[in-house]
Nanobody, 127 residues
Framework: QVQLVESGGGLVQAGGSLRLSCSAS????????MGWFRQAPGKEREFVAAISWNGLTIYYADSVKGRFTISRDNAKNTVYLQMNSLKPEDTALYYCAAKVGILRRTTHQGAFEYDYWGQGTQVTVSS
């Protein structure tokens, strides 16, 4: 069982930056592709970014491309989401997730593809 814990959320003004972290207990994350998702009130959970186990393959949602950067440090058992140029529409509860198996181009955006989830960290961007 993989237990994921997100941190780094908070309140920031539009145009500001935050860095989210996702750490694990119980198992090493180094063999898992990882993803970040977000869910705003009244909306469905949506894909933000994903990274392969070795960091060589990365995907982003179009809405965050050029502003967000996903990375991982397997030695620290941590995955990051650097968020720059934040907009009010980025306000959401942000979740990290771990996937058993291979990160696939055709399915990486589906929440159903991921097997373990954290509890989420709130990001609020004020205008």
């Amino acid at each position: 069982q993989v237990q994921l814990v997100e941190s780094g959320g908070g309140l920031v003004q539009a145009g500001g930056s935050l860095r989210l972290s996702c750490s694990a207990s119980g198992r090493t994350l180094s063999s898992y592709p990882m993803g970040w998702f977000r869910q705003a009130p009244g909306k469905e959970r949506e894909f933000v970014a994903a990274i392969s186990w070795n960091g060589l393959t990365i995907y982003y949602a179009d809405s965050v491309k050029g502003r967000f950067t996903i990375s991982r440090d397997n030695a620290k058992n941590t995955v990051y989401l650097q968020m720059n140029s934040l907009k009010p529409e980025d306000t959401a509860l942000y979740y990290c997730a771990a996937k058993v198996g291979i990160l696939r181009r055709t399915t990486h955006q589906g929440a159903f593809e991921y097997d373990y989830w954290g509890q989420g960290t709130q990001v609020t961007v004020s205008s």
